[in-house]
């Protein structure tokens, strides 16, 4: 299934400046993900990482990662209004930098889910090339009341 920045915002607790997923594609049978965020030259990190020569923040990455993840994860309409938590990182490999105007595409694919605790193998692609790739680490957890 296709989703658009309208669904993803009915299904991520993210909004800006801290959305990083654009579009998607779900296989939620097959437990599978597929992401794209346009890396946008005007965003503010840009002008102190690094000035004169910009690269994404690695936690921009992994962040951007862990959000496809999330997708899957709330897809369900039992998990609606949950909050996916990041708890971890194996084997997590920076391999090339991200530079602005760079189409950032992501894969999650389930590997393990028991009791809201999930591991994923994620990797993330910038224009073609691999950026970075490993396991993480998320579980969901009830909103407080007073997170709305």
Avoid: C
């Avoid at 299904?11 to 346009?38: F, N, T, Y």
């Avoid at 997590?92 to 602005?100: E, F, Q, S, T, Y």
């Amino acid at each position: 299934m296709k989703l658009g920045k309208e669904k993803i915002l009915e299904i991520l607790p993210h909004r800006e400046p801290m959305l990083l997923v654009d579009s998607a594609v779900l296989d939620a049978e097959r437990g599978l993900v597929q992401a794209q965020l346009a890396v946008d030259p005007a965003w503010d990190v840009f002008r102190g990482h690094f000035p004169g020569d910009p690269v994404l923040p690695g936690v921009y990455i992994l962040e951007s990662m862990a959000q496809t993840a999330d997708l899957l994860l709330l897809w369900p309409q039992e998990n609606r209004g949950k909050l996916p938590v990041f708890l971890g990182a194996k084997q997590l490999r920076l391999i090339r930098p991200v530079r602005p105007g760079s189409l950032l595409q992501m894969t999650a694919e389930l590997l393990s889910e028991q009791d809201g605790l999930a591991d994923f193998r994620v990797k993330a692609m910038a224009d073609g090339k691999r950026a970075a790739a490993g396991q993480i680490e998320l579980v969901l957890k009830q909103k407080r009341a007073e997170d709305g």
